[in-house]
Every structure is written in C-alpha cells, then in structure tokens.
C-alpha cells in the first residue's frame, strides 16, 4: 500500500485535547519523526499574536541546544517521565520536552498560550500514543516504479479535513524533500474537461507543479504533485501525473475519520 517498505521508527501520537478555537490543523508522518500543529486565525497559516501548538516526536536531540538562552524553569513530571519547561518570554513561546523511549525526544510548544505551563502539560498528558502511522481518506494507488513511500500529511481546516496526501521519494534520491505526492484536496478545478472530468495544472513550464482531477464527489479533487524533474519523469510527465490522479478514489464515507485507511 503506498509503495511503504520499512516500518516506522518513531512512536506516534494523537491529541487527545487541544486548546478551543484551534479549527486549523496539519499532521505529518514520515519515516523518523511525527509532528502536529494547531493554530487559530486564518486557514492559510498562523498570524502574528495568535495562539499556536506543535508537538513534535523525533530522534533523540539536545534539547539544552535547541532553547539555548530560553529561561528553565522546574522540572515537570509526564506520565512520571521527567520533562524540562523552557520559556522565551520576548516572544511569548514556551516549550515542554521529555524522552519518550530512549531513542524518541517529544516536544510540546505553545505560543501566545495563557497559562503556558498548565495548558502544555495538559496537551501533554492526554497524547494517545500508537503504532500507526496517519490514516487518509483515499484509496491505496500503485505509485511510480522505484518510488517509496516518504511521509503522509493531513490539514484541517475549521475542523474537517481539507487536504492529504501521501509523499514518495525515489530510490537514490538525495534531495531534502520528497520527490513527488498523491492525495486528494477539497476542491472543484475550474481547468479544461477531459473525459467529463475537470482538470487543473498549476505549475512551470518545466512540468513541476501540482495536477488536479476533479469529479471526487464531497468537492474533492486529485491531486498529484511533482517536485522535481526525477519525479516528473518517474510519473511519466504531465500526462503520467494527470492519468495518475484519475485513478485515486476517496473512501467511503470519507468525512468519517474511522474508514480512513493506512498509509
């Protein structure tokens, strides 16, 4: 499924509380970390002054490095792990880290948050912890030969999903990024009909950029996405990347998270 040839080397989460009025949302999934972000304001990203939380799980890192010149204050205990509380008060962030297993850092940090302290161990406590990655709402697609699965990622917005997509990198690539995604996005593509389908491409004259196949239902689009002239050629060019979309499908039901499927 996905082209996903390895197991997962971190520990995954899922918040079971977040602070009210953070309708906006993206989690990541990739091979040796997961992130959250949730923020208020704007779908299109956090705004300077709003309320903002990441949590991030990752390969053991030097937290003392990370929020050097930050204030330490006490030590607060998580599910009776020992975690460190740092704040820079100049730009109203607080963070709180602690070693999940040996080899797994997480770190939980609030901007804008009142009551720093007690909001970040509450998000804290309540993360639910499993071995799975991200679910999306579409159905498994055979990627390009010598594609591997990178990473998932799903955004909310207002509360309901607006966008996921699974990433690929190819085999031998070197670059810090993945060379190319397939998911769906809520949208209705106002581009040229093929086969009464509607079609939008969004890219460079060298063919990188996003190709989108309406026709989902729920006014979701496929959209396919090459990020590098590796990626291109591997999907086959821009008729490769369009005929690719044409063949993702949502699941049933796809406003309901529990008939997501695995990456």
């Excluded at 740092?86 to 901007?111: F, M």
Aim: proline share 9%; aromatic share 6%.
């Amino acid at each position: 499924m996905y082209g996903r040839q390895e197991p997962l080397a971190r520990p995954l989460f899922r918040p079971d509380w977040l602070p009210d009025g953070m309708t906006h949302r993206t989690c990541s999934s990739r091979r040796r970390e997961q992130s959250l972000i949730a923020w208020e304001g704007p779908p299109t990203g956090p705004m300077a002054g709003s309320r903002v939380v990441s949590v991030r799980v990752d390969s053991d890192v030097d937290v003392s490095a990370t929020y050097r010149g930050w204030r330490s204050g006490p030590a607060v205990p998580v599910h009776g792990r020992p975690a460190r509380l740092c704040t820079d008060p100049e730009d109203g962030h607080t963070s709180l880290s602690w070693k999940y297993a040996p080899d797994a850092t997480v770190t939980v940090l609030g901007t804008n948050l009142p009551r720093p302290a007690e909001t970040l161990r509450r998000i804290a406590e309540g993360l639910v912890w499993a071995e799975q990655p991200v679910r999306v709402p579409f159905l498994a697609v055979t990627p390009p030969d010598g594609a591997r699965w990178d990473g998932t990622v799903v955004d909310w917005r207002d509360g309901r999903w607006h966008r996921a997509r699974c990433g690929y990198r190819l085999i031998g690539s070197a670059g810090p990024h993945e060379d190319l995604t397939v998911g769906v996005v809520r949208d209705d593509p106002d581009g040229t009909t093929v086969a009464e389908r509607t079609v939008r491409v969004d890219g460079a004259p060298s063919g990188l950029g996003t190709y989108r196949v309406g026709g989902l239902g729920a006014d979701c689009a496929a959209e396919v996405a090459a990020f590098t002239i590796r990626g291109l050629a591997a999907l086959g060019g821009p008729d490769g990347a369009l005929a690719l979309a044409a063949t993702v499908r949502l699941v049933d039901r796809p406003g309901d998270e529990s008939t997501w499927r695995l990456p």
